[in-house]
């Protein structure tokens, strides 16, 4: 009995695993039971023997992640009577885990929407008590800390580790684990000082038909999701009739590309505007290529070398996919466009440790001066674009959301041209990183420019956290901090 027991536990956890990379690579609503069974050498009824359905096994995805994560900030905030070396050895272990399990930090940043209520409610609320129990351990570390500076604090801390989701950017794992806490106590030490910037407010209502009915589908994507959403809600969204969006778009699909484009052209708008006393470093932004100019395009590593994903995919590497795992032969372009951040380049295959890809692509250069020769102008120029980075996400937040958490529904095509897009810009800011501090390797210029994207773009999709004043403010100084606090003095990658 014990031994058959033991066997369908194994069997169990065995499709979790499964389940968790091809969830992550192609999004649970892609992915059947007859998927997972197959994955696992399994005929399709097999799956119900171990699992209700596919939203049970979403649901066990999930929750053994958090229960992997609750023992971790059990063991590790126990004992050692320095606050500061308890989270640091607290933001070690959890940077293990998710190098361990990638795939966690798409499930519930991505595909917690699909979750049965009981199972959402049951883990949002195991997820906010491990945050205030984070939370109430910075607030022993900094008692000057307001409350809500504590929580956002937290957050963005959290906001680091899962950003490995959303890249392939990979070191060996202890030099890994070392950069990730690191970031995360630069975070845990942040001063947000006297803050002027507003809250950056979501846009004005759009007055013209168009904007209306993308305004509409953004917030309904980012809600439901792409694949629950009709043209009839839309259309009643935006106080038309469903089959009139036709008079606008050719459906869905145009939607969401549509959504895509328009975050592109603020951010390469932005970029075009960047730069000390609004001298337009970023002056020549091109739809797409990742050129390998600038520190972070052209090597390997740089070009985002598996950082977190599962599984391992034959084509992750060539256009895209965010963020997850999974095994397919298009596993990269699909999770990536839509996964992460702006300007994350979000290869998903966790399965490798380097990667070779450099796509240089046949677009014009993203910008013609990737950097000003300066650290001082380079500097200047990375705080201007955080500004104008946070006021962006934050005035557009529904479009983001979307573009971050239904991307990977959109064709072969467009994922690709996403990527494209995705690479070069985080190569600018790699750039400027690679002028402002060259003592950094190429691989933590990457992975702190991809931090500093998360931490905005979760909080962006974090609507409790929206409305507190100067939150635009801190946020600026949150990307500052995982980008040039002086913690971020070089690492030795090799170390294993």
Do not use: C
Not at 78 to 90: H, I, K, N, V, W
Not at 260 to 282: C, H, M, N, Q, V
Not at 319 to 348: I, K, M
Request: cysteine-free.
């Amino acid at each position: 009995m014990t031994t058959r027991t033991s066997r369908t536990s194994t069997r169990r956890d065995q499709l979790t695993a499964i389940a968790a990379g091809l969830f992550a690579r192609d999004g649970y609503h892609n992915v059947t039971v007859g998927d997972i069974a197959a994955a696992a050498g399994l005929s399709g009824p097999a799956i119900y023997r171990h699992f209700p359905g596919k939203q049970a096994v979403l649901a066990e995805v999930v929750r053994s992640g958090f229960d992997e994560m609750a023992q971790v900030l059990a063991a590790d905030l126990a004992g050692m009577s320095d606050p500061a070396e308890r989270l640091r050895r607290t933001y070690r272990d959890l940077a293990a885990f998710v190098i361990r399990r990638p795939e966690f930090g798409i499930m519930w940043r991505r595909e917690y929407r699909h979750l049965a209520p009981e199972d959402a409610a049951d883990l949002a609320k195991r997820m906010g008590e491990a945050t205030d129990t984070v939370v109430a351990e910075l607030r022993t570390l900094r008692p000057e800390l307001e409350p809500a500076d504590a929580e956002l604090v937290a957050w963005a801390a959290l906001s680091v580790m899962g950003s490995i989701s959303d890249h392939r950017v990979r070191l060996p794992r202890a030099a890994f684990e070392e950069l990730l806490a690191g970031i995360a106590m630069d975070v845990v030490s942040v001063h947000f000082g006297e803050i002027r910037e507003d809250n950056g407010p979501q846009g004005p209502a759009a007055e013209d038909r168009k904007e209306q009915i993308l305004a509409a589908a953004a917030r309904l994507f980012w809600d439901r999701g792409y694949h629950e959403v009709t043209l009839d809600e839309i259309g009643a969204a935006a106080g038309i009739a469903g089959p009139s969006v036709y008079s606008h778009f050719a459906g869905k699909t145009e939607l969401l590309r549509t959504i895509t484009e328009r975050i592109g052209e603020r951010l390469r708008s932005d970029a075009d505007a960047a730069g000390p006393a609004g001298s337009g470093a970023g002056a020549g932004a091109g739809a797409g290529a990742g050129a390998g100019t600038g520190a972070g395009a052209g090597t390997g590593a740089d070009a985002d070398a598996g950082p977190e994903t599962g599984g391992a995919s034959s084509d992750a590497d060539a256009d895209a996919g965010p963020e997850t795992g999974g095994a397919s032969s298009d596993a990269g372009a699909d999770a990536d466009a839509g996964s992460d951040t702006a300007g994350a380049d979000t290869d998903t295959d966790t399965d490798t440790d380097t990667d070779t890809d450099t796509d240089t692509g046949s677009a014009p250069a993203f910008a013609s001066a990737l950097a000003p020769s300066a650290p001082a102008a380079a500097l200047a120029t990375l705080a201007d674009l955080a500004s104008r980075y946070v006021a962006t996400v934050l005035s557009s937040r529904d479009l983001v959301a979307a573009y971050f958490t239904e991307g990977h529904n959109l064709p072969d095509r467009d994922r690709a041209e996403t990527r494209r897009f995705q690479r070069a810009y985080t190569a600018q800011w790699a750039a400027l990183m690679a002028v402002a501090n060259p003592g950094a390797s190429a691989e933590e210029i990457r992975i702190r420019v991809l931090a500093a994207f998360a931490v905005v773009n979760d909080t962006a999709r974090t609507r409790r956290l929206l409305d507190r004043p100067g939150l635009a403010g801190r946020l600026r100084a949150l990307m500052l901090a995982v980008l040039l606090t002086p913690a971020s003095r070089a690492r030795d990658v090799n170390r294993r």
